[in-house]
């Protein structure tokens, strides 16, 4: 009896996590980028966030309620990579060219590391200052588009490893829907 009460128990735990964390569950909005590219996007929460195309491209404006500011700005098509899938089938050689071309010359102590997405991806973080405080801007590739991220703040404070972290999450959550494959 006391097996039968233990596995009972066992699963109506497991029932109610299911059911706890299916409620939890965040829909991610799908913003078409055009025929052949949507983006369906999770944004970071307190965050508010508008869409805006532009001749082409789509800009994703997300801001604080302090009103300092988070500009996602998107999917610029590119054919000189156009069979690139994603800045990982660079070869070092060409990834630390890429990612000096992120850098004007006249950005001042702007510098550039390579980071890593959660799901592995690599990515080109730009900071525009030598401790990142005036912003920065993460680079980023997908099948031909080039996608930009810039975090900035607006009233002059640094940006924190917590905004940079976040702005890394957001593409690590976002999912790309081939239109043509459909």
Request: proline letters at 1%; one cysteine or more; aromatic letters at 12%.
């Amino acid at each position: 009896m006391k097996k039968l009460f233990a596995i009972l128990l066992a699963a109506v735990m497991v029932l109610g996590l299911c059911v706890a964390s299916a409620e939890t569950t965040v829909e991610k909005e799908s913003i078409v980028v055009n025929s052949e590219l949507t983006l369906k996007v999770l944004y970071p929460e307190n965050l508010v966030h508008d869409v805006d195309y532009d001749d082409g491209y789509v800009i994703i404006s997300m801001s604080g309620e302090d009103g300092n500011f988070f500009h996602i700005f998107w999917a610029i098509e590119d054919d000189s990579m156009a069979d690139i899938a994603s800045l990982n089938d660079l070869s070092d050689e060409d990834f630390k060219a890429y990612g000096d071309s992120c850098i004007e010359e006249d950005d001042g102590d702007t510098t550039w590391e390579e980071r890593t997405t959660g799901l592995g991806t690599k990515v080109v973080l730009v900071s525009y200052s030598d401790d990142g405080s005036c912003g920065y801007s993460l680079y980023s590739f997908y099948h031909g588009y080039s996608m930009v991220s810039t975090i900035y703040h607006w009233d002059g404070t640094p940006v924190t490893a917590e905004e940079v972290d976040a702005m890394i999450q957001f593409h690590t959550d976002l999912d790309f829907v081939d239109n043509f494959a459909n």
